[in-house]
């Protein structure tokens, strides 16, 4: 499964989107996320592929995502 929800102005994820557990890979391109928490659901999506956060203001990311293991570089 896909999910494409960039340039929506979001500012964060709510705790129920870690329950997309057949989620394969998810762009949030331009979007508001300021600061590392507000991410963090993504955190839960054990079967992500493919992420993209480009253009999000991020200054980090979370050190959680380390247990991401099936998510690839492109």
Do not use: Y
């Not at 391109?29 to 839960?44: A, K």
């Amino acid at each position: 499964e896909e999910l494409e929800i960039s340039e929506n102005n979001l500012t964060e994820l709510f705790l129920d989107f870690k329950k997309l557990k057949n989620l394969k890979k998810l762009s949030l391109i331009s979007n508001n996320f300021s600061d590392i928490d507000s991410i963090l659901p993504i955190c839960e999506l054990e079967n992500l592929e493919g992420l993209n956060l480009n253009n999000c203001k991020l200054t980090g990311l979370p050190k959680k995502l380390e247990k991401l293991t099936n998510l690839k570089s492109t």
